[in-house]
């Protein structure tokens, strides 16, 4: 159990405890269900949210077959939440070949039956929806939600396998859940909590509050703080917003002060600052809310206070702290990201998942998916693959003709071994199992990279054969067993770090060249002189994405302005601009495939929409689109673009710049780089345009690489693209070996003439 939950679970366990005592004795008198009944700990007034099977992680469909089956997700309840009540709004459809008095479908939660549907024939095959009553007391804090089915199509014999038997459940059947809120202690040992819930599946939304304009060491702590909650936030996504000495007057903010001075913001009065400052207090708007006050004397104690916070909330206690002493121990080195596979060694699958989800039962069992963070740079080019050792165990069935163990990557079959039965085993084989049923196995595999997605995916499957007996005789005994070894080990070592940029694809889904280093020290962030609210929202959300990518916050971000830069020439620069704000634009116009200031709008286009592409091919001259065109043009409403380019201070060092017409276009790109299903395309190439949910990727013109290859790899790389390179050197070659035969020959001939 983690701190947070143990923090909890005294104050929630009597509780719920005293709930159902009540619920109990009122049922006995009235026999009706009753919901849990909140405490007088907790606050008033009530809440709704309404989450689909998809957003809980069912990407397609419950397909449920055979006489029983069943299907499940997991939903939680945030800690400052109490359930009143809940209602699964079901839709679902089954076979018409189902006995009515004998087929129906269980709503389980918590293996406790919540509903029982019967399956009528005259709505089958026909879309169905039914709202279910859930009761109170059934939810806890964690959750699983199960639907099971169970089938029969005849009164005598029947297949259990047959092919009539089926139901299946739609991913927008949704679950509303009704919340009445519950206050939570001022102390910081529950952070996160309450500004971000693990249990909440919905994306996180924090604000922001600063005291007066920030500077560049308050945007440093904010930037590691927004980073921190992004990290935590993960596949969930976040967003950031800003304001000036405002508490909001509804819900949790963190609030950034830096200054000696006693401050008064709102209703809240500040005591002048000891030092690096972390305080948890209620939010004096709303008392079922929080603030995290970050304060310290100057910015420099600001930013330490923020980094022991990111650092190291888990050692944290009471309801305000002074941070005496912080030292960071250990910098961080290349690729090292949390979220990222080790390019430096091979990694074990215990690693990546525990090992009770690497084990599954039953016929059917589904999916192991094992989910690959890689590295958004390594160079793939004539590289047979990753190598993949793995080591799995499974029950022998006594007869079986196609049991199989199926390996998968990003649903791409890769090989496919026979898992062979009792009677098919030699002797030797049969005597170990005498003391285990399982039976190990193992083997080696190599894993296509080229052209693969970032985030990607294993897939192990168990295939267990099910033997037909005849009428009558068909009966399944449900006891095959499969495990993967947390042992197994996928090894990535053998590959380099190079990729040709710009390339916006790699920034949008890794935040790379930027998160090369997991705490962004060698990141630059160039804001306008005179930023506003909308370009602190982007920068915040922007560092909060680069969070989620690497899972590690951004302790050396470093933000600056135009007139700094140049200070900064040995990093990588993110470049920020709303309106005319940013010097940097005017500067590097000659860089920039894309401009817009003075009234006038310019862009460099190529055919680039034209084709068809792929954004992650191992020969970087696949995806060149040479500019065709370049115009200007004024009047209209104010663009919004994202661009790549070599960085002019330093070789190798790379720039991406955002840029809007106007502050609100700033939302539109961070927006579209967080993505979803309703944009057109996604962000890639050199050049993007963003207007609303359209993204038009414009130009893609790899002009430099990063990273770098061994000297034998580079000139092999190298000849392979220039081919009257390749052949002049070769010609150089034969020039140079046959003039050292003929010195050679020449030598001795002169040695034998002389003698």
Avoid at 354 to 362: I, M, P
Avoid at 371 to 392: H, M, S, V
Avoid at 655 to 671: E, K, R
């Amino acid at each position: 159990m983690n701190s947070t939950s143990s923090v909890f679970a005294n104050l929630r366990d009597p509780r719920r405890a005293l709930a159902r005592i009540a619920c109990a004795l009122l049922a006995l008198n009235s026999g009706a269900a009753c919901a849990e009944s909140a405490p007088a700990v907790a606050a008033t007034g009530s809440n709704n949210y309404t989450v689909t099977l998809k957003q809980l992680g069912r990407n397609y469909p419950m397909n449920l077959r055979g006489v029983e089956s069943s299907d499940s997700v997991s939903f939680d309840v945030r800690a400052d939440s109490i359930v009143t009540g809940a209602k699964l709004n079901l839709q679902y459809t089954y076979s018409p070949a189902l006995l009515e008095e004998l087929s129906q479908i269980n709503v389980i939660i918590n293996d406790e039956v919540a509903a029982s549907l019967p399956l009528p024939k005259d709505k089958a095959g026909q879309l169905q929806q039914h709202v279910v009553d859930i009761p109170a007391h059934l939810i806890t804090e964690f959750n699983r939600l199960s639907l099971q089915f169970i089938g029969h199509y005849t009164m005598s014999c029947e297949d259990p396998q047959h092919t009539s038997l089926w139901a299946k459940i739609s991913n927008a059947t949704s679950l509303s859940i009704d919340v009445s809120p519950l206050g939570l202690p001022n102390d910081l040992s529950i952070l996160p909590l309450p500004f971000f819930d693990r249990r909440d599946t919905r994306a996180l939304d924090l604000p922001f509050v600063f005291v007066s304009a920030p500077d560049n060491a308050t945007l440093e702590a904010a930037g590691a703080l927004s980073s921190w909650f992004g990290a935590q936030a993960s596949f969930r996504g976040a967003r950031f917003s800003s304001s000036y000495n405002q508490i909001p007057a509804s819900g949790s903010a963190v609030v950034l002060i830096s200054g000696p001075d006693a401050l008064q913001i709102g209703s809240i009065s500040l005591p002048p600052a000891k030092g690096p400052t972390l305080t948890l207090m209620t939010n004096p708007n709303d008392v079922n809310a929080k603030l995290l006050v970050v304060s310290g004397r100057d910015g420099a104690e600001l930013k330490s206070a923020a980094t022991a916070l990111v650092l190291g909330s888990q050692a944290l206690s009471g309801s305000s702290v002074v941070i005496d002493r912080l030292q960071v121990v250990q910098p961080r080195k290349p690729y090292d990201a949390p979220n990222w596979l080790p390019s430096d060694r091979p990694v074990k699958i215990g690693e990546l998942m525990q090992a009770k989800q690497l084990a599954v039962s039953g016929y059917n069992p589904g999916d192991i998916t094992v989910p690959l963070n890689f590295p958004p740079d390594l160079f793939t080019w004539r590289n047979e693959g990753a190598p993949l050792n793995l080591k799995y165990r499974y029950t022998p069935q006594e007869k079986s003709y196609n049991s199989s163990f199926i390996i998968s990557f990003n649903d791409a079959l890769i090989q496919s071994q026979n898992l062979l039965s009792r009677d098919r085993l030699d002797s030797s084989v049969l005597r170990t199992l005498k003391s285990d049923d399982s039976l190990d196995r193992e083997t080696n595999v190599l894993l296509p990279l080229n052209s693969v997605a970032l985030q990607s995916r294993l897939q192990l499957r168990y295939m267990f054969d099910y033997i037909k007996q005849g009428q009558c005789n068909d009966i399944i005994i449900d006891n095959m067993r499969g495990a993967i070894d947390p042992e197994s080990t996928l090894d990535l070592s053998g590959y380099d770090h190079f990729i040709a940029m710009p390339n916006l694809g790699v920034f949008k889904d890794s935040g790379f060249p930027f998160t090369r280093l997991a705490d962004l020290s060698q990141t630059a962030v160039v804001l306008p002189d005179d930023a506003g609210v909308a370009d602190l929202n982007a920068y915040l959300t922007l560092l909060g994405r680069f969070g989620q990518s690497t899972g590690y916050p951004a302790t050396g971000v470093q933000v600056i302005q135009a007139d700094q830069v140049a200070g900064a020439a040995d990093k990588d620069l993110l470049v920020l601009a709303s309106g005319a704000n940013q010097p940097l634009l005017a500067h590097w116009a000659d860089r920039l495939p894309a401009n817009d200031g003075e009234g006038q709008q310019s862009f460099h286009l190529s055919d680039l929409p034209m084709r068809l592409r792929d954004w992650f091919s191992p020969d970087p001259e696949a995806n060149i689109r040479k500019t065709r065109l370049a115009m200007a043009f004024s009047g209209g409403a104010r663009s919004t673009y994202l661009t790549g380019f070599e960085s002019p201070l330093k070789k190798g060092r790379s720039v991406v710049v955002i840029a809007s017409g106007q502050p609100q276009g700033l939302a539109d790109a961070t927006n579209a780089l967080i993505g979803g299903e309703d944009y057109t395309h996604s962000i890639q190439g050199s050049l993007v345009v963003v207007r609303g949910k359209n993204i038009e990727p414009l130009v893609a013109d790899e002009q430099y690489y990063v990273g770098s290859l061994g000297p034998i790899k580079y000139l092999q790389w190298l000849m392979s693209r220039h081919v009257v390179l390749s052949l002049l050197l070769t010609g150089l070659g034969v020039i140079l070996l046959s003039g050292l035969a003929y010195l050679a020959l020449r030598a001795r001939a002169n040695k034998r003439l002389g003698n």
